[in-house]
């Protein structure tokens, strides 16, 4: 049994950085930087449980949605006529092994068999498994920074194609990226941290009240998980239907030129030159408002978003330096 999402004491930033995530996955992926023991994996694990049954193609190795992208047997199987067998499946939690080969990720083709027979035979990959579910990549700073760039292009483009010897195989690879990593520990290029759509930092919970509500609630947990969870029910069940509403509503959100002016004010501001920053703190907004059940972004949105989409884009002077100095972000949205 999973521990309750609803029920992890504190990291709100933490949990609402992954439920944007959910309920947009084109803002791609989230950073989560900080010391271990902060519930980063349980928090993505019990977020993945918390969610809805989708529709899968049975026993596809690439979990094919019927109704969306499909993978080349998939859609030669559709195309021929047959009707595709259908079964519903939870999203998952894949993780990425740190001593991960290239062959490994992304798969490999039989070059052989397709030169002597002319098939393609595919050995599906991390990515491939990944395909519609979370990617969970433990010290992604450790990460060879090439492997690193596989992954992000994957998640980027939703689709992951291996070439060797002028054979290719194409699949679909729409995943969450999810990426750990304490900075003390080594960092990751400028240009590797601004794919990642956005980035929190953890803390160890320091207030003594939290800290013993922590463990009062891990050893009910372990002494009674059904009756633990059927206690965190109704709280279990609202949250999955905020984000279900959040999903459907996301296309009906609106924005104004207002709105675009007050995040690129900011992001020109703080010295951010590319625009994946802009791009993704807009999506962000427009998931918060949808969460919150809106068809409109307001500007407590947009302060939210920045927060979790600029600090990794930063060149200029952080946020923490900038309340040291009397500005606040407030202070610059509202100009």
Not at 297 to 313: G, K, M, N, T
Request: glycine fraction near 6%; hydrophobic fraction near 45%.
């Amino acid at each position: 049994m999973i521990f309750p999402f609803t029920a992890i004491v504190g990291q709100e930033k933490m949990k609402e950085g992954l439920i944007v995530n959910v309920i947009d996955p084109s803002i791609n992926g989230l950073l989560i930087m900080g010391e271990r023991g902060t519930a980063k994996s349980t928090a993505v694990r019990a977020l993945a449980d918390l969610l809805p049954e989708r529709p899968a193609v049975k026993d596809c190795p690439f979990n094919c949605d019927p109704e969306g992208d499909l993978c080349p047997v998939c859609a030669e199987r559709k195309a021929a006529g047959e009707k595709l067998p259908m079964v519903m499946t939870k999203m998952r939690v894949v993780e990425l092994p740190l001593g991960i080969t290239e062959d490994r990720l992304v798969g490999t083709l039989d070059i052989e068999l397709a030169i002597k027979r002319g098939e393609r035979h595919f050995s599906p990959g991390i990515l491939a498994e990944a395909n519609r579910n979370f990617l969970y990549v433990d010290e992604v700073n450790l990460l060879e920074d090439y492997l690193v760039d596989l992954l992000l292009d994957a998640a980027a483009m939703g689709v992951n194609t291996v070439e060797r010897e002028g054979i290719s195989f194409t699949h679909p690879a729409r995943f969450i990226l999810v990426g750990t990593m304490n900075p003390e520990e080594g960092e990751l290029r400028p240009q590797l941290l601004d794919r990642f759509g956005l980035v929190v930092d953890v803390h160890a919970i320091v207030d003594a009240e939290s800290r013993v509500e922590v463990i009062k609630r891990k050893a009910s947990f372990d002494n009674d998980p059904r009756g633990f969870l059927k206690r965190w029910e109704e709280a279990q069940s609202s949250l999955r239907e905020r984000i279900s509403r959040a999903r459907a509503l996301l296309t009906r959100v609106k924005f104004t030129d207002e709105i675009l002016y007050k995040i690129v004010s900011v992001s020109t501001e703080l010295g951010i030159y590319g625009h994946r920053g802009d791009i993704a703190a807009l999506k962000a907004a427009r998931a918060l408002a949808a969460l919150d059940g809106r068809e409109s972004i307001e500007l407590r949105d947009v302060e939210e978003a920045i927060r979790l989409a600029f600090p990794h884009r930063l060149r200029k002077m952080p946020f923490d330096e900038m309340d040291k100095e009397g500005k606040t972000l407030e202070s610059l949205l509202n100009r």
